[in-house]
T-cell receptor, first 113, second 113 residues
Framework: QQQVKQSPQSLIVQKGGISIINCAYE??????FPWYQQFPGKGPALLIA?????SEKKEGRFTISFNKSAKQFSLHIMDSQPGDSATYFC????????????FGTGTRLKVLA | NAGVTQTPKFQVLKTGQSMTLQCAQD?????MYWYRQDPGMGLRLIYY???????DKGEVPNGYNVSRLNKREFSLRLESAAPSQTSVYFC????????????FGPGTRLTVT
């Protein structure tokens, strides 16, 4: 049972463009929403995360937008660079619960030079 | 400080063979996790250990067993490998309860023929 739906499956963006990846969740008990970045042959690494008490969090070129009422959150990559080409996973966690992270299915991003 | 290490990096098994995937972390983290990653499926939790001495099932535990050997080490065992277990396996660890960030190992690519 997929509790976090991620789209698109793949994304191609020109260098300097904006990359947008979306996720939707069902369980209202989730209260921590991270994004992980994975390069080929490597394990995922935390990129940025948000709690539902804020609607936006920005770290450099990466921004999470969070819509609690719609149960959706998205990752925006501004001024996308070829080095951003990777697979991105959203995830959700109930911090007071069972330590079980639920991951989205991933988005493969390719930034063209 | 090596972070999370996994052995082996690659393995080919025949159906019915058994093997143990090893994971160790040197960050003094309490919680450890085993995931499998399949194309289009994202990361799915197999087993986790919230703290030393405890283990619990994740989303896809069938066909696997785990051992939390000590605080550093968490192993995953396939007793009778099946082709459906062909996947990339990731181990992760987390400080609990002070942080929600998971640190992933480099993965083990397993093929069952």
């Amino acid at each position: 049972q997929q509790q976090v739906k991620q789209s698109p499956q793949s994304l191609i963006v020109q260098k300097g463009g904006i990359s947008i990846i979306n996720c939707a969740y069902e369980n209202t008990a989730f209260d921590y929403f991270p994004w992980y970045q994975q390069f080929p042959g490597k394990g995922p690494a935390l990129l940025i995360a948000i709690r539902p008490d804020v609607s936006e969090k920005k770290e450099g070129r990466f921004t999470i937008s969070f819509n609690k009422s719609a149960k959706q959150f998205s990752l925006h990559i501004m001024d996308s660079q070829p080095g951003d080409s990777a697979t991105y996973f959203c995830a959700a966690l109930t911090t007071s619960g069972t330590y079980k992270y639920i991951f989205g299915t991933g988005t493969r991003l390719k930034v063209l030079a | 400080n090596a972070g999370v290490t996994q052995t082996p990096k690659f393995q080919v098994l025949k159906t019915g063979q058994s093997m143990t995937l090893q994971c160790a972390q040197d960050m003094n983290h309490n919680s450890m996790y085993w995931y499998r990653q399949d194309p289009g499926m994202g990361l799915r939790l197999i087993y986790y250990s919230a703290s030393e001495g405890t283990t619990d099932k994740g989303e896809v535990p069938n066909g696997y067993n785990v051992s939390r050997l000590n605080k550093r080490e968490f192993s995953l065992r396939l007793e009778s490998a099946a082709p459906s277990q062909t996947s990339v396996y990731f181990c992760a660890s987390r400080v609990w309860p002070n942080s929600y960030e998971q640190y992933f190992g480099p993965g083990t690519r397993l093929t069952v023929t």
